[in-house]
């Protein structure tokens, strides 16, 4: 039994049935007159039933016709509803994406912007993995990673979601009223530093400087280490040495006097953040609207 012709046939039966006309219900199928009356004959052939009476003015359904139009036209109907469903649910946010990024560009730029996006998108999830290393996202299944300009892959899409990024230099008051502020960054390796563990750099990060086009990597010491931001920053605030931090997470405790800053002009601004992903990932529209959100927009 062909199932797909006796599907189609009764498609072509339940336009004609409904709408009384060979002509009509062609131009609905998209299909000849004549095509569609060779369709209904056949099926009643094969039915062994008539299910249209035809005459020069109209088409109407027998006793057995009706019939099967009650039983195959609300059946069609529900079909057909589903189908739209499923195209809207296709073209509907929904769903998990899942990005990986430090913890700078995770609390500075993904947080504020997933905040202002998810309640107006109930039906998507955000997943923010907070990883230093230079994760292979395709390996990982992520969607998207966070990392400076200069650090994507050719090979990747790139979108800016943040302006250039400055660091700084900071102490407490308490911490500066026992030793003297740095003129130079070699001065840094007679101050007690923060130090910041990275796996990437396989071990103590060096704090990066440039003036006049001179670039120095400083490789400090100190009694501590973290990994995390936002504990250098609270050692720095209570007074237990130098931290080498984003601009933006000390000005509000220098502007408080809390920190000082020390060779602001050793810090220049870099490229900013860029949200990466492969150039071959389909564009889901969950994905599509958390990069319009994030793309950074001068």
Same mark, same amino acid.
């Given at each position: 039994?062909?199932?797909?012709? $006796? !599907?189609? #046939? ?6 004609? @049935?409904?709408? &009384? ?7 609905? +199928?998209? %299909? ?26 109209? !088409? ?14 609300? &059946? ?8 739209? @469903? ?26 504020? @912007?997933?905040?202002?996006? +998810?309640?107006?998108?109930? =039906? ?5 993995? %907070?990883?230093?290393? +230079?994760? #292979?996202? !395709?390996?990982?299944?992520? #969607? ?19 302006? =250039?990024? &400055?660091? @700084? %230099?900071? *102490? ?22 923060? $130090?910041?563990? +990275? ?22 010491? *100190?009694?501590?280490?973290? $990994? ?10 209570? *007074? ?9 997470? %000390? ?40 990069? =319009? ?6």
């Amino acid at each position: 039994m062909n199932t797909s012709r $006796n !599907v189609n #046939d009764l498609v072509a039966f339940v336009a004609v @049935a409904r709408e &009384r006309s060979f002509t009509k219900a062609a131009a609905q +199928l998209g %299909v000849s007159q004549s095509a569609l009356s060779h369709t209904i004959s056949a099926l009643e052939q094969r039915l062994g039933l008539r299910l249209l009476t035809r005459t020069t003015r109209s !088409v109407s359904s027998t006793e057995a016709g009706e019939r099967l139009l009650q039983i195959a036209g609300p &059946r069609f109907d529900d079909i057909k509803a589903e189908l739209a @469903a499923l195209s809207e649910l296709r073209s509907k946010p929904a769903g998990t994406v899942r990005i990986t990024a430090g913890e700078h560009a995770a609390n500075a730029i993904l947080a504020p @912007a997933v905040a202002k996006l +998810l309640p107006r998108y109930p =039906d998507i999830k955000v997943e923010i993995i %907070v990883d230093y290393g +230079l994760t #292979d996202i !395709v390996a990982e299944r992520y #969607d998207a990673g966070v990392r400076f300009g200069e650090q994507i892959a050719k090979d990747m899409i790139a979108v800016r979601i943040s302006p =250039d990024v &400055r660091m @700084a %230099v900071v *102490g407490s008051p308490a911490y500066f009223s026992q030793r003297k502020r740095p003129q130079t960054p070699q001065d840094l390796t007679a101050h007690n530093c923060i $130090n910041l563990r +990275l796996p990437t750099y396989g071990g103590l990060y060096a704090w990066e400087f440039e003036k006049g086009g001179r670039e120095l990597k400083v490789r400090v010491d *100190g009694q501590l280490i973290f $990994n995390t931001l936002s504990m250098r920053l609270q050692a720095a605030l209570g *007074g237990q040495g130098l931290a080498y931090l984003p601009e933006d997470q %000390v000005l509000p405790h220098i502007s408080e006097k809390r920190l000082i800053r020390v060779l602001a002009d050793w810090c220049p601004p870099f490229t900013g953040y860029h949200l990466y992903y492969p150039s071959r990932r389909q564009t889901a529209p969950a994905f599509a609207l958390l990069v =319009d959100a994030l793309r950074f927009r001068v």
